[in-house]
C-alpha cells in the first residue's frame, strides 16, 4: 500500500495543533475512539491473547496502542509503508518499554504483502485502507489476506459504499479521496479468492465493515452480526 502522497510535514501544515502523526491516520480527534472502536470490535469477534492480529496498516499504533499491551509477546503484527508513523506510535503513545517487552513486529512494504513475517494470522484487520483504493488493489490485497489467513481466522475490513465511478477500478491509491464499493462488488471480490464474506453493523463515522474467513463456518452467525448493531459512539 502507499501512503506518499502527503508527508507528516505537510500534515503538521495542514492541521497545525495536532500531532501530525495522528492527523495523517485520519481525523485527529477521533484518534482515540477510532482506536478504541476497532480494538473493541476484534474483542467481539474473538480476539484473545493469544491471537495473532495482523494490523494492515497500522499507522501511528492508533488499534496498537491497545492491542499490543493486550496480546501475549510476539502475537501483533503491523504493515505500515511510513515506519516514521511506527516510531512515532512508540515515542508518542506507547513507549519503548512496552515494545521490549511485547516484541511487536512490523514491515513496511508497499505491496499489500503479508508473507514477509513467515507467520499466518487468527485476525486480520484493515481499517480505512482499501477505502482509498480500487478494486483491483483491493482483490490483491484479499489475496495475501486469503494466503496468509491461518485456519478458522477471520479478516476485518471497511471500504466506503456507493456506486463506483467510471475508472475506479485501476486506482492504485487515492488518499484522502474515497473509492466506493458495491456490498456485491466486495463479497464478489473476496469469493475470486477464496474468502467468504459478510457484511458487519460495527458502526463507523462513514465506512461499512464487512467480515471475512475461508470457510463461512468460520463467519461471525447472523444473530451474531446482529448483536454488533450497537449505537455508534460520539466519534468527535
Known sequence: MRRDRFSLEDMAREMPGHAPHRAYVGQP????VMGASQFALLFLLGLREHHRLLDFGCGSLRLGRLAIPYLAADRYFGIEPVSELVELGFSEELGQDLRALKRPRFDSNRDYRIDGFGERFDFIIAQSVFSHTGAAVLQRGLDAFSQGLAPGGLVALNVLLGEPAPGAE????????????????????????????????????????FVMAHDEDDLPTIAMLGALRVSPPAWD
Open 29 to 32: 480527534q477521533r484518534y482515540d
Open 170 to 209: 485501476t486506482v492504485e491509491w487515492a488518499y484522502p479521496a474515497c473509492v466506493p464499493y458495491r456490498p456485491d462488488q466486495v463479497i464478489d471480490l473476496a469469493s475470486e479468492v477464496g474468502l467468504v464474506a459478510r457484511a458487519c453493523p460495527w458502526p463507523h463515522p462513514g465506512l461499512s465493515w
